[in-house]
């Protein structure tokens, strides 16, 4: 049967694999600026969109199968 579970965010990141430096290691010395910060949240931004996408886009998928049968 479907269960649903409520999910942080950071829940799903973490079921990901997800690591909280978004940043290629060849970034890691660059100087911290308001730019490389946007870019940093924008880019943890996005990937929280796409898990919670995916995660949607499975549950989906489990209830319409469940409902077919």
Known sequence: MFHSLLL??????????YTDDPL???LDGEAETPVTRLGRRLRHAATI???IGA??????RLLVAELVQ
């Open 8 to 17: 942080t965010p950071d829940d799903l990141l973490q079921g990901a694999g």
């Open 55 to 60: 995660e949607i886009d499975q549950r989906t």
């Open 24 to 26: 290629p290691s060849r």
């Open 49 to 51: 969109l796409a898990v």
